[in-house]
């Protein structure tokens, strides 16, 4: 198959898992035992459940972002060129 039948190249899912294994990061640092009916865990309002698991989240969901519209320099150089026999093909 030709390469530019994907829309992504091998460094953007390559990027995506790790954005995605960064969200997981920032789920699992966000879970911990609960608060029952018959005993209160002030461990559900630490700092790492409440301020640092969701920062890890969002920077997980970035990357993520980042990973999807990311372009190779080859698919750059690709686009150049396609740009420029089209401006050639065009001024003809």
Same mark, same amino acid.
């Given at each position: ?16 898992? &790790?954005?995605?294994?960064?969200? =997981? %990061? ?9 608060? $029952? @009916? ?23 969901? &970035?990357?993520?972002?980042?990973? =999807? %519209? ?9 686009? $150049? @060129? ?11």
């Amino acid at each position: 198959m030709d390469k530019r039948d994907f829309a992504f190249s091998k460094t953007n899912y390559i990027m995506l898992a &790790i954005g995605f294994a960064i969200v =997981i %990061l920032g789920f699992i640092l966000m879970g911990g035992e609960s608060t $029952t @009916e018959e005993a209160f865990n002030p461990d559900i309002f630490s700092t790492r459940r409440i301020v640092v698991a969701p920062m890890v989240c969002l920077a997980g969901f &970035i990357f993520v972002v980042v990973a =999807i %519209l990311w372009k190779s320099k080859s698919q750059k150089a690709d686009d $150049t @060129e396609d740009s420029l026999d089209k401006e050639i093909t065009e001024a003809k």
